[in-house]
């Protein structure tokens, strides 16, 4: 319950960085997750843990010998998941600056990475620099997966993230809507 009073207080505070009044739900997490071989991959990646939902989904299934990595640009939640999560390699960084924050840690690939960035909320041209920065650090048979809000997907900003999703990914796949989730998602599995 602390966790999703934090979300509530930065969405307040910072609404344009946020993105959502609620963070993703345990059902949305494991739809997002669902049919990926986390199990195999050697490093994941996840943009935007926020509070974590997804994060423990990920915990779940993925292997001892995963390098498990979570980019937050949110000091709050950053400081948050530090006292939560002891097996995944926390990182405060923005997303923008993927690639920059692999080669620090001496990567230069990685094997999947899942987001839970709030899209709707960055211009085109942040959207762009996201999206290069994931195709760039993801190895040859590397996977993104990310998520979108059911109805919303069809509104012009939404359709052209879903459009820019197909300049960086040759295959890109949508899962059903997850209902229970607040408010309703689906998620995109998109490969190179």
Not at 150 to 167: D, E, N, S
Request: charged share 20%; hydrophobic share 40%; net charge positive.
């Amino acid at each position: 319950m602390g966790s999703r009073i934090n979300f509530f207080k930065q969405y307040i505070s910072n609404p344009g960085s946020i993105g959502a009044v609620a963070p993703s739900g345990k059902i949305l997490a494991s739809l997002m997750l669902d049919g990926i071989s986390l199990d195999q991959a050697s490093t994941v990646v996840e943009l935007g843990p926020g509070t974590g939902v997804i994060t423990s989904e990920i915990q779940k299934r993925i292997s001892s010998k995963v390098r498990f990595m979570a980019i937050e640009k949110n000091p709050s939640f950053v400081n948050d998941l530090n006292q939560r999560l002891d097996q995944v390699e926390i990182i405060e960084g923005d997303a923008t600056h993927l690639t920059r924050l692999l080669e620090s840690r001496q990567l230069d690939q990685v094997d999947v990475v899942i987001s839970g960035l709030p899209w709707a909320a960055f211009d085109g041209s942040i959207q762009d620099s996201i999206l290069s920065e994931v195709a760039s650090a993801l190895a040859p048979e590397g996977r993104f997966v990310t998520f979108a809000y059911g109805g919303i997907h069809l509104f012009p900003k939404a359709r052209a993230f879903r459009q820019r999703l197909g300049k960086y990914f040759g295959k890109i796949e949508r899962t059903q809507l997850a209902w229970r989730n607040l408010p309703p998602a689906f998620a995109y599995h998109c490969n190179k």
